[in-house]
């Protein structure tokens, strides 16, 4: 199958089909520029002086500045919220991005990264790029403690284990 973002060949494998759907409502009902959208953004965590490659599934960016880090997922959602907000936690040295999202491509966690509180519990609650913009001056790009970095990363790889090294 074609890969809806970067029109690239890919697997139709695991969670690939909740993702072509995802990215799909993002551009088509949400309004997001398939240009804001970015795929397979590396991510690598450290446990115990080994490095541990993995991959944020989207990254949403408004105006250059990521708002929005995803997971897609065949099962559970609930299950990945932990790793999707780790990963969105880390992925930036200079900053947090703001909302980590947990989808099936049907249904979605959305997540204030800076609290982990939920703020959002279906696909409309995921917030367009109209929303975003509005949002975009208030939104806090901070970094993450980095006292808390480390732990951050354990969790990360624990809960992403299918992902790494892939």
């Known amino acids: 199958m074609k890969d809806y973002i970067t029109g690239k060949d890919i697997n139709n494998v695991g969670s690939e089909v909740s993702r072509q759907s995802f990215e799909k409502f993002l551009v088509e009902i949400k ?6 959208i970015l795929v397979d953004v590396p991510l690598t965590v450290q446990f115990k002086g080994n490095d541990y490659h ?8 408004v105006e250059k500045q990521p708002v929005m880090a995803v997971t ?6 609930g299950s990945y919220e932990r790793e999707i907000l ?7 040295d200079d900053c947090q991005i703001p909302f980590a999202v947990s989808t099936d ?6 997540m204030d990264t800076l609290s982990g509180r939920a ?11 109209k929303k975003i913009l509005k949002m ?15 732990r951050e990363m354990i969790i990360y790889r624990s809960f992403n284990m299918e992902k790494i090294n892939r």
Do not use: H, M
Not at 119 to 129: N, W
């Open 31 to 36: 309004g997001y520029k398939k240009s804001e």
């Open 54 to 61: 993995s991959f944020i599934d989207l990254v949403v960016c």
């Open 72 to 77: 897609c997922v065949a099962g559970s959602i």
């Open 86 to 92: 780790a990963g969105a936690r880390l992925l930036q």
């Open 105 to 110: 491509g049907k249904n979605a966690v959305i």
């Open 119 to 129: 703020v959002g519990k279906t696909l409309s609650d995921i917030f367009s790029r």
């Open 136 to 150: 975009l001056p208030d939104l806090t790009f901070t970094p993450f403690d980095k006292t808390k970095k480390e």
